[in-house]
C-alpha cells in the first residue's frame, strides 16, 4: 500500500525506493530505527538487547530481542530485501535457542543493553515495572518465544510457511513489511503488519488457544497410562471417589472445587450440574475459566498432578509416591 500526498486538487503517489538505492543497511540503519522505535511494531515490547548473540554454538546473533508485556521473549528480525530470504528458519533457531533464557539472564543481558546505549537504570525494577511483577516469578516467565519479521518485503513461499507455522504448529510469528518511499530529500516509510492481518488477529489467537489445548490434550493422553492409570491400578483413585483443584479452594471457591470421578477412563470427572464428562486436564481449564481462576497453566499438562488432590489434601504426585 502505497503512501500518497495531496498535490493540487489530487493525490500523488510519493515517488517508490529501496533500502538499497538509500544506501540503508539491515544493522546500522533498520536496527537502529527499529530498536529506538519499537512501538511501531507492537507497543508492548521492551526492547532487552540487540545484536544478542549471548551463545557459545553459534556466532550469529538476534537483531533486536525483547521480552513482551506476558513474559515472553520475542525475536525480531530484519531484513532490506524484497523477499525475507530464508528469515523465518533463521528466526526459528534463535527461538530454540532462548528457549530455556531464565529471568535472571534476562536481567544480565538489558543490564548490558542499558549500559550499551548509556543509561543508568536498574534493569530487574525496569523489566518487572514492565511486566507489572512485585517481584521474579520464574515460572511464568518465558514460556514461550514470539518472533517478529520485518521485511521490506515477504515471497509467497516464506508467508505460506509462516501461515502453516502459525495455524497448525500454533507458532506467534507476525510479518512485518516496511517500504520506504520518497519526497524530494525527505524519506517516508509505509509500515503494515500483513500476517496477521489485524482484523484476523484475534481469530488467530483463538485458533493459537485451540491448538494448544489440543496438544495438551494429546500429551495427555500418554500421561495418562504413567499417572492417572497407574493410580487407578493402585486403587489410589476409585469411582464414586472426590477430588479438588486446589487452584480454586487456595482463590476461595471450595464450593466449586471438588468433581467426582465417575470412570476409571480418561474422561472421568463430573462437576457441578454438568451433563458432560471431563478429563482432569479439560475441567481444569474449564473450572479456570468459570471460577476466573489466576496463576494457573490451563495448558501445562505437567501440573496436572499438583493442581488435583484427594479429599485429604494430597496431591496426585503424592498418591502416586506414597506406599
Not at 471460577?291 to 499438562?301: D, F, R
Amino acid at each position: 500500500m502505497a503512501i500518497f500526498k495531496i498535490e493540487g486538487d489530487k493525490f500523488k503517489e510519493l515517488d517508490k525506493t529501496t533500502f538499497q538505492m538509500e544506501k540503508l543497511y539491515e544493522v546500522q540503519d533498520l536496527q537502529k530505527y527499529i530498536s529506538n522505535s519499537i512501538e511501531i511494531i507492537d507497543p508492548g515490547l521492551l526492547v532487552i538487547q540487540t545484536e544478542f548473540s549471548d551463545w557459545q554454538i553459534s556466532r550469529r546473533s538476534i537483531d533486536i530481542l525483547c521480552v513482551d508485556e506476558d513474559a515472553n521473549l520475542v525475536v525480531v528480525e530484519l531484513k532490506r530485501t524484497e523477499d525475507g530470504g530464508h528469515m523465518e528458519l533463521q528466526s526459528i533457531r534463535y527461538a530454540a535457542m532462548i528457549s530455556n533464557m531464565t529471568f535472571e539472564a534476562t536481567v544480565k543481558t538489558y543490564e548490558k543493553y542499558l549500559k550499551k546505549i548509556e543509561q543508568e537504570k536498574n534493569a530487574e525494577e525496569e523489566i518487572l515495572n514492565f511486566l507489572g511483577w512485585e517481584e521474579n516469578t520464574e515460572d511464568d516467565f518465558n514460556q514461550e518465544v514470539r518472533i517478529i519479521l520485518v521485511s521490506a518485503n515477504f515471497s509467497k513461499e516464506l508467508t505460506t510457511s509462516i501461515l502453516w507455522l502459525n495455524e497448525k504448529q500454533g507458532m506467534d510469528i507476525r510479518c512485518i513489511r516496511v517500504k520506504p518511499q520518497k519526497d524530494g530529500n525527505n524519506l517516508y516509510f509505509d509500515i503494515q503488519q500483513i500476517i496477521p492481518l489485524p482484523e484476523t488477529a484475534e481469530y488467530q489467537v483463538k485458533l493459537k488457544e485451540k491448538v494448544a489445548e489440543e496438544r495438551s490434550l494429546r500429551l495427555e493422553s500418554k500421561r495418562a497410562k504413567s499417572i492417572f492409570k497407574l493410580l487407578f491400578e493402585a486403587e489410589k483413585l476409585k469411582i464414586g471417589q472426590n477430588v479438588l483443584l486446589k487452584p480454586a479452594i487456595e482463590q476461595g471457591h471450595e464450593e466449586f472445587a471438588m468433581a467426582t470421578i465417575m470412570n476409571n477412563r480418561q474422561t472421568c470427572l463430573k462437576w457441578k450440574n454438568h451433563e458432560k464428562l471431563y478429563s482432569f486436564s479439560k475441567l481444569r481449564k474449564v473450572m479456570t475459566e468459570e471460577l476466573n481462576l489466576i496463576n494457573v497453566k490451563p495448558n501445562w499438562g505437567f501440573s496436572l498432578k499438583h493442581d488435583w488432590t484427594d479429599e485429604n489434601g494430597k496431591e496426585l504426585n503424592e498418591l502416586l509416591t506414597e506406599e
